[in-house]
């Protein structure tokens, strides 16, 4: 189910945010990124929809995916 990110509370959505790097490891390079600009990026990502909030009823966790990862998972 996908969560709308307008009706997540704006600290425990920047703590999903943050919790999702740590657990992502991203690579950014040789360069470091600082935490507050990586989790700029990935709500600039969940704003545009490119990424979304989806809560899993199964494992009743909530994620951040891509938005084609969740047509080709969810929706086949």
Do not use: C, H, W
């Not at 703590?15 to 999702?20: G, K, R, S």
């Not at 600039?44 to 990862?69: F, H, K, M, W």
């Amino acid at each position: 189910m996908i969560i709308p990110i307008d009706q997540v509370n704006a600290m425990t959505l920047i703590n999903l945010i943050e919790a999702f790097i740590l657990r992502e490891g991203t690579d950014y390079g040789e360069d470091e990124v600082p935490m507050e600009r990586k989790v700029q990026q990935v709500k600039r990502q969940l704003e545009r929809g490119e990424a979304l909030l989806v809560y899993s009823e199964y494992y009743e966790t909530v994620n951040i995916i891509p938005r084609d990862q969740y047509r080709k998972d969810y929706q086949e």
